[in-house]
């Protein structure tokens, strides 16, 4: 009903939402850019001017080409239309070129392919069960669930402001979830391993694709109870989805290993010498527990308990770097973050098995198994927590109880963000978004679930609201305090050290609703 709604005279605000969106991205065209801008002009220049052979080998600038070979193809695209704006930006030696044209180009770029992620949008909509009838379009979880994905703060900054081009991905997401739920298997199959291909930090929720379509195609029944019915086994489906994931990878890594250059392309894609956390540390747990380290160090040099000649000056007035040093904890390995990882995304993946819930039990998976990556990963960036926000926006307006996880994980996740915008133009650019955002998600849920219990408790209500205190200190307290100079990563510290009490909250609180859910009766029948 919802959908055949959206298909016949639902095109009108859709498309108000989508040309609403994009106008607003052409108005960031001329704000901050991060060093993401050098990384991706870089990359026009190396595969429009190096033959595929030279790619994952040149190394003229520091931002080396290391995604996978599609994306590669599709700088290689681009480029062959960035000459016609402005050729210098294609040589390779012209290190942090950024003419008005460039800039127009590469901003467009990302504009224009984001319309991928505007008919995935439109397609997750047309999935939206219509149960909830309303008579006011503005309440209707198609609508709200449009403005949810379309307007997402975080996509907004992070693609169009910092630079990225995130939404075209997350396009091939949305696009291949769709497709599952619309139980087009192998097309779903299909455009997650392309996208893989085309960024590999997607390999973190590939354990939610791979056993949701051994148990929905490749075991074509259940038994009355919900069990699997072993000897519907389709031998056929199985070849099927073997063939696309072959023939994808195929088409991708062959050339590369032809050439002998697959473990160089392995190596640029998996750089395990960088630091457990990234520059600026994302709100995981690693965060916690560097934060803890250091809290741990600061008392044991106050009680004697640390020799001070030992411990290395950078690892208490550096801040957040890359290669942090633990002094008290024990040091972190890359097999261990592996090893949390594996058994953070293990439970989810057993309840896909086990209860079986069709589409919406899928997307829990796949948000478990972003956020564990998240929460475990090494070098994990901050910008990844979209990776478990988007489709948590899908099961938001479904149930009450997901609304609530959906709140505390989106709020908490881009405000996480701010520090990648650290210009003073754009303190007013990412506050107001922040804040249209947020206060649209919080009335557009609640009254979506109004004859039901609050979303949120007070004291989770509570935590939110000291999201403001925070922000005024680090904004505009502490930097007019000497403190600047010689702590000069405290807000950095601060914010990342908070974010991550909130994210690690929703992801237990998201883990105890799915292993605490129980099935209904024709939920296994189905």
């Known amino acids: 009903q919802e959908a055949r709604a959206m298909a016949a005279g639902g095109r009108g605000w859709f498309r108000a939402l989508a040309l609403g969106v994009s106008f607003l991205k052409c108005l960031l065209i001329p704000a901050y850019y991060s060093t993401d801008f050098e990384v991706h002009r870089n990359w026009l220049a190396i595969t429009h001017n190096l033959p595929f052979s030279q790619w994952y080998y040149e190394a003229t600038s520091e931002w080396t080409l290391d995604y996978p070979p599609f994306f590669a193809w599709f700088e290689y695209a681009l480029s062959h239309i960035a000459k016609y704006f402005d050729p210098q930006m294609l040589v390779v030696e012209n290190l942090n070129y950024a003419s008005r ?244 995304i293990l439970p989810s993946v057993f309840c896909l098995w086990f209860k079986p819930q069709g589409p919406r039990g899928f997307l829990q998976c796949l948000v478990l198994c972003a956020l564990s990556s998240f929460m475990f990963g090494w070098h994990v960036h901050e910008k990844a927590i979209l990776l478990a926000i988007l489709p948590l926006s899908l099961l938001s307006i479904q149930r009450a109880k997901d609304a609530g996880i959906y709140l505390i994980l989106t709020t908490t996740g881009h405000f996480s963000l701010f520090p990648l915008l650290f210009t003073p133009p754009e303190l007013p650019i990412k506050i107001l978004l922040m804040l249209l955002f947020t206060v649209y998600s919080f009335s557009s849920l609640k009254s979506l679930f109004r004859r039901e219990k609050p979303l949120l408790n007070w004291l989770e209500t509570i935590y939110l609201i000291q999201l403001v205190p925070l922000e005024i200190f680090c904004e505009i307290i502490f930097p007019l305090t000497p403190w600047k100079w010689h702590f000069p990563f405290v807000p950095l510290l601060l914010t990342s050290v908070y974010c991550s009490l909130g994210i690690t909250y929703a992801w237990l609180k998201l883990y105890v609703s799915v292993l605490t859910e129980r099935i209904s009766v024709r939920q296994k029948a189905e």
């Open 101 to 344: 044209a460039t800039v127009f180009f590469q901003r467009l770029s990302v504009i224009f392919t984001d319309t991928l992620f505007i008919y995935a949008v439109h397609e997750c909509c047309r999935c939206v069960n219509g149960k909830r009838a309303a008579k006011d379009i503005l309440e209707k979880p198609t609508f709200i669930l449009a403005v949810l994905l379309l307007w997402n703060f975080g996509l907004l900054i992070v693609d169009h402001i910092h630079f990225q081009y995130n939404g075209f991905l997350f396009g091939l997401m949305l696009l291949s979830v769709a497709r599952l739920c619309q139980k087009r298997y192998l097309e779903g199959a299909l455009l997650f391993a392309v996208l893989l291909h085309f960024k590999h930090i997607y390999m973190y929720v590939a354990p939610a694709y791979g056993i949701y379509l051994l148990r929905s195609y490749c075991f074509t029944a259940n038994n009355a109870d919900g069990s699997l019915k072993w000897r519907s086994f389709s031998f056929l489906h199985v070849t099927l989805l073997g063939l696309i994931v072959c023939l994808v990878s195929a088409l991708s890594l062959g050339p590369f290993l032809v050439l002998g250059q697959l473990p160089q392309v392995i190596s640029r894609l998996f750089p395990f010498k960088r630091g457990l956390c990234h520059a600026y540390w994302a709100p995981n747990f690693w965060a916690l527990y560097n934060a803890l380290d250091k809290a741990l160090t600061i008392i044991g040099l106050k009680c004697n308990f640390l020799d001070g000649t030992k411990i290395p000056k950078a690892s208490m007035t550096g801040g957040l770097v890359q290669e942090f040093q633990h002094t008290v904890l024990p040091s972190v390995t890359p097999l261990a973050t592996l090893i949390c990882t594996f058994i953070a």
